[in-house]
């Protein structure tokens, strides 16, 4: 029986164990990939004490003070939570393997909304690119796309006019979601191609992008745009489930937490970009994280009273 199990092995998860450790709880994070949103930065330069930081390096920092302290990792996907409606424990099931909790944190993050066109899940990493800043400096003098027309398209395609020698923006509607200021500092660009009531169609390579096919609804017509780099833009989703019958989510799937990081659900905690809040940041997801390891503690001491 751990004392908390912690669902994710971002900078939120990997912060929520330690606080937790420190307070002589019995730990474990389950993680199916160390550093979560992370891993998509190659470098950082607006964390604490760091003027710029490899992401690679930060997430090695954090996830060795976490062992060294005593918190353990699982490198799994949890698959299932059930409650143990005699003691109020929680039962937290894995590909092939099952633990318990007395209580849990679920700091598991956003994942990047999919395209879904041919070419995209094959080229992935190889061209095909869901975050312009962290990969925007590989494709420096050479021609991208960015797919999207809300604020992080339009600030994608801006900063890479300034790093790709073309930029075609698509956007499937008419009109950008974006700030205005955002758009009328894109329209000015004079290597930004403007595709908008377009779509996608397909994503062409062998090894590597090749070029895009977009459907323009407006001429009904196909066209083929050769590109080294397609960079897609268009949101990031919460992929929240498993957790449907103990949180209450908002309209995105992101969970509603209180002041203190508790959802509806007593002994279940969240915290990071997974929580219902409008900013997305590295320390905003430690600091919900700390409240809710703390939070975990004081709930802990409460019922065994």
């Known amino acids: ?42 470098e950082i330069e607006n964390y604490p004490g760091f003027e710029s930081i490899k ?8 996830k060795n003070q976490a062992q060294k302290i005593g918190v353990e990792f699982k490198d799994a996907e949890v698959k299932k939570i059930e409650r143990d409606l ?36 094959e080229l992935s990493g190889r061209g095909v690119s869901y975050c312009a800043n962290c990969d ?36 499937r509607s008419e009109s950008f979601r974006a700030f205005d200021i955002l758009v009328s ?34 001429e009904n017509k196909e066209r083929e745009i050769a590109v080294d780099g397609v960079f897609i833009e268009i949101g990031r989703i919460a992929s929240t489930d498993l957790l449907a019958d103990f949180v209450e989510r908002d309209e995105k799937a992101q969970i509603i937490a209180k002041a ?16 219902s809040c409008e900013f997305k940041q590295i320390t905003i997801a430690m600091g919900q994280a700390t409240i809710a390891a703390l939070s975990a503690y004081q709930y802990i001491q409460m019922n065994e009273k």
């Open 1 to 42: 029986m751990y004392d908390l199990i912690i669902i994710g092995s971002g900078p939120a998860g990997m912060t929520a164990g330690m606080y937790a450790v420190r307070r002589e709880m019995k730990t474990l994070i389950i993680g199916k990939e160390l550093g979560g949103q992370l891993v998509w930065a190659s």
């Open 55 to 62: 992401s690679f390096e930060l997430i090695s920092r954090i």
């Open 86 to 121: 005699n003691d109020g424990s929680f039962r937290v099931f894995t590909t092939r393997d099952e633990y318990r909790a007395k209580t849990i944190i679920v700091t598991m993050g956003l994942a990047p909304r999919r395209l879904a066109v041919p070419g995209e899940v």
């Open 136 to 171: 925007g400096p590989f494709y420096r003098d050479r021609k991208v796309a960015i797919i999207g027309g809300g604020n992080s398209a339009l600030d994608a395609a801006e900063y890479m006019s300034k790093v790709a020698s073309e930029v075609y923006l698509v956007h």
């Open 185 to 218: 500092e894109v329209m000015k660009k004079k290597n930004i191609n403007i595709y908008t009531n377009t779509e996608v169609r397909h994503i062409v390579g062998e090894d590597k992008v090749e070029k895009i096919i977009i459907f323009d609804k407006s």
């Open 260 to 275: 203190n990081m508790e959802t509806k659900t007593p002994g279940i905690f969240a915290a990071g970009d997974v929580v």
